[in-house]
C-alpha cells in the first residue's frame, strides 16, 4: 500500500514554531520515525509539506488512483479550504484528519473543520503520536479493504 502523509502551511517551522502548542519534535523528526513505522508495515510512506494550497491540491490529484490513503495535517487550511475539502471529495481517497494540537481547546475559529465530516476519522491532541495512531489506523482499515 501507498500512503501520502501531507503537512499544510507552518509545519515546517515544527520543534520552533509555539513548542507549548506543537512540541519540539521536527518535522524532519517526525516523518523520519513515521517512515519508519510504515515500513514495518509493508506500507510505502510519501511526504510532502507545502505552505501552497495549490501545492497540498496538486499533490492530492497526483495520488488519484496512485495512493491508497492520504494522512493530512491541513494546518490553518483546515478551517478555511474548501479547495482542499473538494480535492479530496475528487479524489476519494480515504483520509485521515490530524492535529498536534486539541484544536478544541482553543480558539473558537478552529472547532470548524471544512474536512472532518468526510474525514474517515480525526486524531487531535496527541502531539507527533497523532500521526502513528493515524498510520496504525490506516494499516487496519487498508488490511481489511483488502481481504
Ligand atoms: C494544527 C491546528 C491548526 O488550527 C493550526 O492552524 C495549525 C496546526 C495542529 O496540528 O494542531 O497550523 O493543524
Known amino acids: 500500500f501507498t500512503v501520502l502523509v501531507l503537512n499544510g502551511p507552518n509545519l515546517n517551522m515544527l520543534g520552533k514554531r509555539e513548542p507549548s502548542i506543537y512540541g519540539t519534535q521536527s518535522l524532519a523528526d517526525i516523518i523520519a520515525e513515521l517512515s519508519q513505522q510504515a515500513t514495518e508495515k509493508h506500507i510505502e510512506l510519501k511526504h510532502l509539506q507545502s505552505n501552497a494550497e495549490h501545492e497540498l491540491i496538486d499533490a492530492i490529484h497526483q495520488g488519484f488512483q496512485q495512493v491508497d490513503f492520504i494522512i493530512i495535517n491541513p494546518a490553518a487550511y483546515t478551517h478555511t479550504s474548501v479547495a482542499l475539502r473538494d480535492a479530496l471529495l475528487a479524489v476519494a481517497i480515504p483520509f485521515i484528519e490530524v492535529h498536534l494540537s486539541n484544536v478544541h481547546a482553543r480558539e473558537a475559529f478552529r472547532k470548524?473543520?471544512?474536512?472532518?465530516?468526510?474525514?474517515?476519522?480525526?486524531?487531535?491532541?496527541?502531539?507527533?503520536?497523532?500521526?502513528?495512531?493515524?498510520?496504525?489506523?490506516?494499516?487496519?482499515?487498508l488490511n481489511k479493504a483488502a481481504n
Open 112 to 141: 470548524h473543520s471544512y474536512l472532518s465530516d468526510i474525514a474517515l476519522g480525526v486524531i487531535c491532541g496527541f502531539g507527533a503520536q497523532g500521526y502513528s495512531f493515524a498510520l496504525e489506523a490506516a494499516s487496519t482499515y
